[in-house]
């Protein structure tokens, strides 16, 4: 197997490093400021300008970056990539 080239490098150092990151702390933000309109029985989030109370909506603004956290973290965890062979 040859030597990764700089390319391979930084690409695996922006996914896996930088981008990951900003995946958690974004994700976690967002989840964290999302949250209390979910346990507040009157709680409101905004959709397109209006506040909405609808569980569904409140329930996918905690969810998704829940989920946002989970794949920085699956991200921050994977194994460098190197493509086989001089095929790209």
Same mark, same amino acid.
């Given at each position: 197997?040859?030597? =990764?080239?700089?390319?391979? $490098?930084?690409?695996?150092?922006?996914? $896996?490093?930088?981008?990951?990151?900003?995946?958690?702390?974004?994700?976690?933000?967002?989840?964290?400021?999302?949250? =209390?309109?979910?346990?507040?029985? /009157?709680?409101?989030?905004?959709?397109?300008?209006?506040?909405?109370?609808?569980?569904?909506? $409140?329930?996918?603004?905690?969810?998704?970056?829940?989920?946002?956290?989970?794949?920085?973290?699956?991200?921050? $965890?994977?194994?460098?990539?190197? =493509?086989?062979?001089? /095929?790209?």
């Amino acid at each position: 197997m040859s030597q =990764p080239t700089l390319y391979w $490098r930084f690409f695996n150092f922006m996914v $896996r490093r930088v981008v990951a990151v900003c995946f958690v702390v974004g994700g976690s933000i967002l989840c964290l400021y999302f949250l =209390p309109s979910l346990f507040d029985p /009157k709680g409101t989030i905004p959709v397109n300008g209006v506040p909405e109370s609808d569980v569904v909506y $409140r329930l996918f603004a905690v969810l998704m970056p829940a989920l946002m956290v989970a794949l920085g973290v699956l991200l921050y $965890r994977v194994r460098p990539w190197y =493509p086989q062979g001089d /095929k790209l």
